[in-house]
């Protein structure tokens, strides 16, 4: 597995870990405004990282797989939040 793939993943596990946390102690009618604050972050996190290392190779590529990965994600936290009210 490449670097770059251990980074994206680590992402989708945080965004992963923040939306079971907005569900388990948010209210079902607040843990979806959480998701868009945590899909924010997830990008910026991205564009943190590549700020401060100072290589612009591979940004869009990473920027693209994050925010996909992490919308997916949170799409289906989504889904289960609206079901199971």
């Known amino acids: 597995m490449s ?3 251990g980074q994206i993943i680590s992402i989708w596990v945080i ?3 923040l939306a079971l946390w ?3 102690s948010q209210s079902q009618s607040t843990a ?3 998701f868009g604050t ?3 972050g997830s990008v910026a996190l991205v564009s943190l990282y590549h700020l401060f290392r100072a290589q612009p190779e591979g940004i869009v590529r990473k920027l693209v797989y994050v ?3 992490s919308y997916l994600i949170l799409a289906v936290a989504t889904a289960y ?3 199971a009210s």
Do not use: C
């Open 3 to 5: 670097k770059h793939w």
């Open 15 to 17: 965004v992963a870990a």
């Open 22 to 24: 907005a569900i388990w």
């Open 32 to 34: 979806p405004a959480w």
């Open 38 to 40: 945590i899909l924010a």
């Open 67 to 69: 925010g996909g990965g």
């Open 81 to 83: 939040v609206f079901l």
